[in-house]
């Protein structure tokens, strides 16, 4: 059963930083590509950053320049370095990764972890 979990989120004020953490565990093949979404009040789930197994990144447009993904392969585990944060950046944020063989492969979610920015 694979599991992943975030930890980090909390409340911070504009222009703070937070450090988001999700370690996969449990009987994985493979871990291909890992990300983060979010979701705010009241709007659809959306891409914030991913990144494939071999480190190419891709993030969202709102959030680029600001936020930073990293992953840790012997770890299992991706981060998401946030800076520069704002009140529009309040939302929950959930952790997903592609894992298993090429023809088993699934994608796996967190229960996601709320991040609040407010002075």
């Known amino acids: 059963q694979v599991q992943l979990v975030e930890s980090g989120g909390g409340l911070v004020q504009p222009g703070g930083s937070l450090r988001l953490s999700c370690a996969a565990s449990g009987s994985m093949y493979s871990i291909w590509s890992m990300g983060w979404y979010r979701q705010a009040p009241g709007k659809e789930r959306e891409l914030v950053a991913d990144?494939?197994?071999?480190?190419?990144?891709n993030y969202g447009d709102s959030v680029k320049g600001r936020f930073t993904i990293s992953r840790d392969s012997a770890k299992n585990t991706v981060y998401l370095e946030m800076n520069s944060l704002k009140p529009e950046d309040t939302a929950v944020y959930y952790c997903?990764?592609?894992?298993?063989?090429?023809?088993?492969?699934?994608?796996?979610w967190g229960q996601g972890t709320r991040v609040t920015v407010s002075s």
């Open positions: 997903n990764a592609d894992i298993g063989s090429i023809a088993t492969m699934r994608t796996y």
């Open positions: 990144i494939s197994s071999r480190g190419s990144t």
